[in-house]
């Protein structure tokens, strides 16, 4: 089904953070978005920006009746897997008890609540993972987000679940950048950058991710889980080697480095590279090459 072309009230929940820029910049273009934001408040243009902070439950329920959804696309979380690991109760608060309360207090039944989740609720010993697959987390935030997942599985009727890879893309004009923005400046300003030789993603760009939340707020599809990472299994020293070659950095400043010999602080899964043919088929989404996506971030 195909919804009507008339404008939607659309929520987006972390609208501070790296996918809740692009994505309501892009939506507002053709709905009335508002963005949610817990303690940096900032400028999107045509958006209305509502506090939220999920420590704070009572701010969910005025949040939700001053501007009253048709359709919710959560992607406010707590995301650094070593934040987790160091406050899980405070992960869990934002993670878990922050949608199951998004839940209780949407009041029109029939919105749609898209939920934003992880490649890492797979433990990465069975890659590539589909749909189908079963999830077994490794760290709180994995966790954390897989039984978010459940609630909006056994809670919300009309919902959809995207899963998405490791994200990168261009730097947005204010805040934190993605794991991309990171590699650059390490590159620029350091003599040496060390990257995981042996940790396997399927790495997407931000804008594909911001084409499928449009395509499944248009659009009825016949399922409730999707999985969306971009078309290549790459290690995170690869990358690294396409973005010094494309910025003219010295490959000779990329130091591999295997999982087991540094302390991240939280388990790393080894591969959770995800098969995004479902999405594929159901909706007319091109996953951007890796070589294409840097080359339109930094030479175009």
């Not at 978005?33 to 209305?48: D, E, L, Q, S």
């Not at 707590?78 to 008890?97: H, M």
């Not at 995170?236 to 396409?242: I, L, M, N, Q, T």
């Not at 480095?257 to 540094?262: A, P, S």
């Amino acid at each position: 089904m195909t919804f009507p072309q008339q404008s939607k009230k659309i929520l987006v929940t972390g609208g501070s953070g790296y996918l809740g820029r692009f994505l309501a910049r892009e939506l507002s273009s053709d709905h009335d978005v508002a963005f949610t934001y817990a303690t940096t408040r900032i400028h999107i243009p045509r958006c209305n920006p509502l506090w939220l902070d999920f420590l704070h439950p009572e701010t969910v329920d005025s949040c939700l009746r001053e501007f009253q959804p048709d359709i919710v696309v959560h992607a406010a979380a707590l995301a650094d897997g070593g934040q987790c690991e160091a406050s899980p109760e405070k992960a869990r608060a934002i993670n878990v008890t922050g949608t199951e309360q998004l839940l209780l207090r949407l009041q029109n039944p029939d919105a749609l609540f898209i939920y934003i989740s992880t490649d890492l609720v797979f433990d990465g010993t069975n890659a590539p993972y589909d749909e189908q697959a079963i999830p077994n987390p490794l760290g709180i935030y994995g966790k954390t987000k897989r039984c978010a997942e459940l609630l909006v599985q056994s809670e919300w009727q009309n919902h959809v679940i995207l899963r998405c890879a490791l994200m990168y893309g261009p730097k947005p004009s204010s805040g934190k950048g993605s794991f991309l923005q990171w590699m650059d400046k390490t590159f620029r300003e350091q003599e040496s950058i060390s990257l995981f030789i042996d940790e396997f993603r399927t790495p997407v760009y931000v804008k594909d991710v911001v084409r499928a939340v449009s395509a499944l707020i248009q659009t009825d599809g016949s399922h409730r889980l999707y999985h969306i990472g971009g078309p290549e299994r790459i290690s995170r020293v690869d990358f690294g080697k396409r973005l010094a070659a494309i910025r003219g950095y010295d490959p000779l400043k990329i130091k591999g480095t295997r999982i087991r010999d540094l302390d991240t602080g939280f388990l790393r899964p080894a591969d959770v590279s995800l098969d995004s043919s479902r999405i594929q088929h159901a909706y007319p989404i091109s996953l951007t090459l890796i070589s294409d996506a840097l080359h339109e971030i930094f030479v175009q």
